[in-house]
């Protein structure tokens, strides 16, 4: 591997593993390796580009997929459903800046994963298991489902004993 192609591997490394906005850890493996005078002012082809921001669709992956998932909502690192909806506009205005549609795979996983989490929700609740740990209004959820495309009738029949 050659010096560009490892300094490039450890900016994709940086960029997977950032924190909760991979957006500023892309622009600033973009500064450090193409621009700044203490950086190895490298030319990134396309090829690099493309690899740097699928690290950051990668991380906001796993950041959406960690809220929610039912097993995380007791945990430290569980951000809720209102988390999950601003890190979803989030990676939208990234797709947006960089002139890309959001892939139908990605939605589609979102999507799913949403309508399982609320059923879950919904049964436990239901059940007396588990207070509700919706932190979102009814409004922000049906927008949120809409844009990732989930129809009414996929989410549950009584969903607004969550929000109450």
């Not at 591997?9 to 593993?17: F, G, M």
């Not at 945990?75 to 959001?102: D, M, S, V």
């Not at 049906?142 to 549950?156: M, Q």
Request: a neutral charge; glycine letters at 4%.
């Amino acid at each position: 591997m050659t010096e560009p192609e490892s300094l490039l591997e450890e900016e994709l490394l940086i960029v997977r593993h950032s924190g909760e906005i991979p957006e500023i850890a892309f622009h600033s493996a973009l500064y450090y390796l193409c621009e700044d005078p203490a950086g190895p002012r490298l030319t990134l082809r396309q090829k690099d580009l493309f690899l740097l921001r699928q690290e950051v669709v990668a991380r906001y992956r796993k950041l959406l997929a960690r809220d929610l998932n039912p097993k995380n909502r007791d945990t430290r690192t569980y951000r809720g459903l209102k988390r999950c909806i601003f890190n979803w506009e989030r990676l939208g205005k990234f797709y947006a800046r960089q002139e890309l549609e959001i892939e139908p795979i990605l939605r589609l996983e979102i999507a799913e994963a949403l309508c399982c989490f609320l059923h879950q929700e919904a049964n436990e609740v239901r059940a007396g298991l588990r207070q509700s740990c919706l932190n979102c209004t009814k409004e922000e959820l049906d927008t949120f489902a809409r844009e990732i495309g989930v129809l009414p009738e996929r989410l549950p029949k009584d969903i607004r004993m969550l929000f109450s």
